[in-house]
């Protein structure tokens, strides 16, 4: 969108890309928007994203929008150069349901030059019923293997040394294209197409589908970093079930059990959802075990919210006050977690991709700490974001692992 407007010639507008996710991601937009126009009253401000595309009228009312643009409009360089003309009307909301390609020229974005994203898959076509992202994003289209491979390309020969394939649902990336290849063969041809690229990492993956392709490419790549992020939202099958969900309990189990028996050292993350209507103390405890039977991790953590529209919306609710007591348990459980996690990778080694501020993340997507003491202090300015250096895990720093580098450490 930037790229877009830069090149209309737009200056002094503002774009708030919103969220639909939560009803509280729409409280903060709204309210950013306000903030917005009171500290830039001359600026014009273009709302879009995933709120602004599913309730446009509420959002082109906001008397600070000036203009409303579609989650698809907002990709076409010719809505921006028609914003640049003032031709552009003040409402401008494609069908999203109807659209069936990933705009591709835009996929990539960087992350200093260190990590980038790059959105290999838009959209869904799994209608769980908590979820209203569908009707913001559209229906799931996957970008080819062919442009993926020249995004990872282009994307390395400017400096990135790590790159986290992203969309909504990649694990149903390729349903749509030709002989319906699974996301474990662009991982395979993207290792194999970018020698060069030093590190790949996924996003969000679904348990409900094994991927045969992407466990042995997980066991055989070292450059795919051992790190998993799963979409479990709950521990407990009948819940699974009225969210639609496409897997039960044992799912997560076997898909976490393969992946470790494929690649030991694998870490795995998760978002859970506490709260889900008719969630009894029972069901709450069955996710905490579920969390710590498959040794999740890295845990995202998100309370119920009813959006409406949703199925789930309509079912008997949780109390508020039930739903907070719920996240905070499942928060305390994840901080238990990966503390448990940390202090078992003390004494080992692994390479740390430095970010900024000496900090940085190590394979298994732990935060990481470089530690400079005594003679090492003064060497600082050898250490640069971007660079991948080898360290030794030193010790626990809350939520960090404090490490020093491994020549540095034997000199
Ligand atoms: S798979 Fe993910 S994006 Fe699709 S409906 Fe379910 S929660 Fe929403």
């Not at 028609?82 to 031709?87: C, E, F, R, T, V």
């Not at 994840?334 to 448990?340: C, I, K, R, S």
């Amino acid at each position: 969108m930037r790229r877009h407007a830069e090149s209309a010639g737009l200056n002094d507008v503002v774009i708030v890309n919103t969220c639909a996710v939560t009803k509280e991601a729409e409280r903060q937009a709204r309210q950013a928007i306000r903030k917005l126009r009171h500290e830039k009253p001359q600026a014009k401000i273009i709302v879009t994203g995933c709120a602004a595309q599913i309730d446009p009228d509420s959002w082109a009312a906001m008397p600070e929008t000036d203009i409303l643009l579609g989650n698809e409009d907002k990709l076409q360089p010719a809505s921006w150069q028609d914003l640049a003309q003032g031709q552009l009307p003040a409402k401008q909301v494609s069908d999203i349901m109807q659209v069936r390609e990933v705009a591709s020229h835009l996929t990539g974005s960087f992350e200093d030059h260190t990590r980038g994203f790059l959105q290999v898959q838009q959209g869904c076509d799994h209608r769980c019923t908590f979820c209203i992202i569908p009707f913001g994003r559209g229906p799931s289209r996957s970008s080819s293997i062919a442009d993926v491979v020249a995004n990872v390309r282009n994307m390395v020969a400017a400096g990135t040394k790590e790159i986290v394939l992203s969309g909504v649902d990649i694990t149903s990336w390729g349903q749509d294209i030709e002989n319906r290849p699974r996301l474990g063969v662009l991982v395979q041809e993207i290792l194999r197409g970018v020698p060069e690229l030093p590190r790949l990492r996924l996003s969000s993956l679904d348990p409900a589908e094994p991927d045969h392709a992407l466990m042995e490419v997980l066991a055989s790549e070292a450059r795919l970093m051992p790190h998993l992020h799963l979409s479990v939202q709950h521990g407990d099958d009948m819940i699974l079930k009225r969210m639609k969900r496409r897997h039960l309990a044992r799912d997560v189990m076997r898909f976490c059990e393969e992946a470790r028996r494929r690649r030991r050292d694998v870490v795995f993350g998760a978002d859970i959802i506490a709260g889900f209507p008719t969630e009894d103390d029972a069901a709450h405890q069955a996710s905490c075990q579920l969390i710590r039977e498959a040794d999740l991790v890295h845990l995202h953590i998100f309370g119920f919210s009813a959006r409406q529209g949703t199925p789930a919306a309509q079912m008997p609710q949780i109390e508020k006050s039930v739903i907070k007591r719920r996240v905070a348990d499942l928060r305390a459980l994840g901080e238990e977690q990966l503390e448990g996690h940390l202090h078992t990778r003390i004494g080992g080694h692994d390479m740390l991709l430095l970010e900024t501020g000496g900090r940085g993340h190590l394979s298994g997507f732990e935060k990481a700490v470089l530690a400079l003491k005594g003679h090492q202090a003064g060497q600082k300015q050898r250490y640069q974001p971007g660079q991948l250096i080898a360290v030794t895990l030193q010790s626990v720093r809350g939520d960090a692992i404090e490490v020093v580098p491994l020549l540095a450490r034997s000199a």
